[in-house]
């Protein structure tokens, strides 16, 4: 389970990472854009994923909808927007 949770987090860090490098190009307002945005839907991306990949064993349908599941949250991004408008991250 120690590898599992290395693999897990690898994942979910890679994906934050890449969040931060396209922050430029994410599909929100010009004025909300920051790393901070990025970051998020990098890591909740990566999240779906690292969920996906830990639901394989149960079969393709089980993991797909995990990782569905998972995506859904990225609906809820813009409302935090405003928040994040002041950024400089």
């Known amino acids: 389970m120690f590898l599992f949770g290395v693999i897990d987090n690898l994942v979910l860090w890679a994906c934050l990472m890449a969040g931060l490098e396209f922050s430029d190009y994410v599909p929100v307002p010009r004025k909300y854009r920051c790393k901070a945005v990025g970051a998020t839907i990098g890591a909740l991306v990566g999240n779906a994923v690292s969920d996906g990949i830990a639901g394989l ?15 859904v949250v990225l609906v809820l991004v813009p409302f935090g927007l405003r928040r994040l408008a002041g950024c400089n991250a």
């Not at 064993?57 to 995506?71: M, S, W």
């Open 57 to 71: 064993p149960q079969g393709f349908g089980p993991a797909g909808e995990v990782f569905a599941g998972c995506l």
